[in-house]
């Protein structure tokens, strides 16, 4: 899907001209619409050119926007009744979920009154609604929703992909999350020539299951079109390291890793606090320590890394964690922010077509 500067400009919302439009889902996460409106507020602060749809009970968004003076006239509140919860199987959402804020926040990136949509709901059901409103760009057999992964390089993050959207994949589908996350890696991280690796047992060759071996050939024969570096087979160690920028597996690898990761750093975050507060001496050393601990914090806070990316689609969505507080969504916005400024789902597009052969494109992509 192309979103112009005039069809931004044509939108239902009162914008300045140049905005770049979010359409926000306000009702789906555990925190309520509340946190969602802080962290818009906290993006409104930071950056003038962002506005947003916001999507949910309007009486009720009317009245926690009306508090923020950074959310004053950049808003377009739309009026939606029913919310998806984390428990509604997506199934019975793609049937029954048309009154409800998140489909309503798809359909305005697909009517092309916004450029990216936001929200911090029900994983699978907005897999399943954006797959029903956007539909998925030509070529692509299954989506994969990718991750910033924490790392030691030079960007700070890695990308990893798929971590969820589908719980298979074969060789093909390996390929096409490869050259997608070129593309988000290129537009999203700035880096023109990225690395790319497939998360195997091992780095030997001979490891691995069928499709593995077969999607190591096919990621390898595109790389000089394609205009990335393949690395081989990577392991789990691999994911924070500097020797890859974008690591492809299949989502129910990915799930996993990352909800791995994500327990891992916030047991080592509860121990460090518990040594901290062991004795005095530690406590005066947690002192000492205070500036250091703070940047580390930062450095590994997954609220600064919010926001899964659902790739292969006519449209760009942003997934939050359903249990963002106000920074997490602002990371979140701001990552859509980035993705929109960039042209990414044009180029997106443009790189599976390139792939499947229903359309051309450049390096750029």
């Keep these: 899907m192309t979103v112009d500067n005039a069809t931004l400009s044509a939108s239902r919302g009162p914008f300045p001209t140049g905005s770049v439009v979010i359409s926000v889902d306000a009702m789906g996460g555990d ?3 509340a946190a969602v409106v802080a962290g818009m ?3 409104a602060e930071k950056n003038p050119e962002i506005s947003f749809i916001v999507h949910g009970d309007e009486a009720e968004l009317r009245r926690l926007i009306g508090r923020r003076k950074s959310l004053a006239g950049r808003c377009d509140i739309r009026h939606a009744g029913g919310v998806v919860t984390m428990d509604d199987k997506p199934a019975q959402v793609v049937r029954k979920g048309q009154d409800t804020s998140m489909w309503s926040t798809l359909e305005a990136v697909r009517q092309g009154d916004a450029m990216v949509a936001v929200s911090c709901g029900n994983t699978g059901a907005l897999m399943a609604m954006s797959m029903l409103r956007l539909r ?4 692509v057999n299954r989506p994969a929703i990718a991750c910033l992964w924490p790392s030691r390089n030079p960007q ?5 992909l798929d971590v969820g959207a589908d719980i298979r994949a074969d060789a093909h589908d390996l390929l096409q999350y490869a050259l997608m996350g070129t593309s988000y890696a290129r537009n999203g991280l700035g880096l023109e020539h990225p690395r790319i690796g497939l998360l195997n047992v ?3 060759e001979h490891k691995g299951r069928t499709e593995l071996k077969q999607a190591d050939e096919l990621i390898r024969q595109a790389a000089a079109e394609a205009h990335y570096e393949y690395v081989g087979f990577v392991e789990g160690g691999d994911l924070p390291s500097t020797r890859v ?9 990915g799930n996993i890793a990352l909800k791995t990761g994500e327990g891992t750093a916030k047991l080592v975050g ?4 518990d040594a901290f507060a062991n004795s005095i001496m530690s406590k005066f050393a947690a002192v000492l320590a205070m500036t250091s601990l703070r940047r580390l914090q930062k450095r590994i806070d997954p609220r600064r890394v919010n926001g899964g990316i659902f790739l292969g689609l006519n449209g760009t969505v942003v997934k939050s964690h359903g249990s963002a507080d106000a920074t997490g969504v602002s990371a979140a916005i701001k990552l859509a922010f980035t993705l929109a400024k960039s042209g990414f789902q044009d180029r997106l597009a443009a790189r599976v077509a390139q792939a499947t052969g229903t359309g051309e494109t450049g ?3």
């Excluded at 998925?136 to 070529?139: E, R, V």
């Excluded at 509860?270 to 606090?273: A, D, I, P």
């Design 31 to 33: 925190r309520g619409p």
């Design 41 to 43: 507020a906290e993006s």
């Design 136 to 139: 998925k760009l030509p070529g």
């Design 156 to 160: 700070g993050f890695n990308i990893m």
């Design 202 to 204: 091992g780095t030997e």
């Design 245 to 253: 920028d974008v690591i492809v597996t299949d989502g129910f690898t």
């Design 270 to 273: 509860e121990l460090l606090k």
């Design 363 to 365: 390096a750029s992509s």
